[in-house]
């Protein structure tokens, strides 16, 4: 029989390389490690791993085993969670991974209100964005991605294995400096920007905004890229450029010396939160779910 505890092992190995580095990462021994992977390849009846001088390589199995790990470990996640709420332990355990203009606008809003209507559950976040985001949720490193894509978009993610909640349609809008001649516009076309400086943000937004200035018939010149939000709007404020951000990154940000315009055509993104079946039913991240889609609902308001 497969044990969940020699997945985890497994996991970490193919994952690190090696014996030594995996029992770093699960805080054990190495001997504990080699122990436990030749009682899986016992349980197998095949091998698993290829010892070559300080390497590992998995062999067929040990990838095949691998691969259904990540639904294996996720499945039993769920289970042993369900059966502590039928229980009646009043806990759980919830790992969140966002983008940052959404960690600083939608979670703290989300996270505040499940921790008064179930102080018992525990939410770790940490920050990534997507697609890797999403990578990590199928891995089963975490419980529920907060991500996004980009309506249109030429490499639109597929979501159909996973569980998707809609939370908000976020717009991208045009920030130019205060004393910029547009800057007193309401609104104006994505190519009254062709012959400017632009500050370019994170590797996706930026990929799209190409994509659409492109449409319009021009390359934007980039001056600057950065994955940080606040470093986009300080550029701009400072006067070295334009940017097109989506409103969430604008909303977590004080612009300081720059104005925001409505830019046609209009360009959204769909902000979502992401988990997987089984995952769905365990209810801590059922209610991190509703607890997202409400903060969603209070932004949209604004």
Do not use: N
């Amino acid at each position: 029989m497969i044990e969940a505890r020699h997945l985890r092992v497994l996991r970490a190995v193919a994952a690190t390389g090696s014996f030594s580095a995996a029992a770093r990462e699960l805080g054990c021994t190495q001997p504990a490690v080699s122990q436990q992977m030749k009682a899986l390849e016992t349980s197998t009846g095949t091998p698993l791993l290829i010892r070559t001088g300080r390497e590992m390589r998995l062999t067929q199995a040990g990838e095949a085993l691998v691969r259904h790990a990540a639904g294996i470990l996720a499945g039993l996640t769920a289970a042993e969670e369900e059966v502590a709420a039928i229980a009646g332990l009043r806990a759980g355990r919830v790992r969140l991974v966002s983008f940052p203009s959404g960690s600083s606008t939608l979670v703290p809003t989300a996270l505040a209100a499940l921790r008064a209507e179930h102080p018992g559950t525990r939410v770790s976040l940490v920050e990534a964005e997507p697609p890797r985001s999403v990578e990590m949720l199928r891995e089963g490193d975490c419980d529920v991605a907060l991500a996004f894509r980009y309506e249109g978009a030429q490499a639109a993610e597929d979501w159909d294995d996973l569980v998707v909640r809609p939370l908000l349609a976020d717009r991208l809008v045009g920030l130019v400096p205060e004393g910029h001649a547009l800057a007193s516009a309401g609104e104006v076309t994505i190519d009254a920007f062709a012959d400017e400086p632009w500050i370019a943000g994170c590797p996706r937004c930026r990929r799209q905004m190409v994509e659409v200035c492109r449409s319009a018939g021009f390359a934007p010149r980039i001056d600057f890229a950065t994955d940080d939000y606040p470093a986009v709007i300080g550029l701009v404020g400072a006067g070295l450029g334009v940017a097109v951000l989506p409103e969430l990154a604008i909303e977590s940000v004080r612009p300081k010396g720059a104005r925001t315009v409505t830019v046609e055509p209009a360009v959204q993104r769909e902000i979502v939160a992401l988990t997987l079946p089984d995952l769905a039913q365990v209810p801590a991240v059922a209610a991190t779910l509703d607890h997202l889609e409400r903060a969603a609902d209070k932004a949209a308001a604004r």
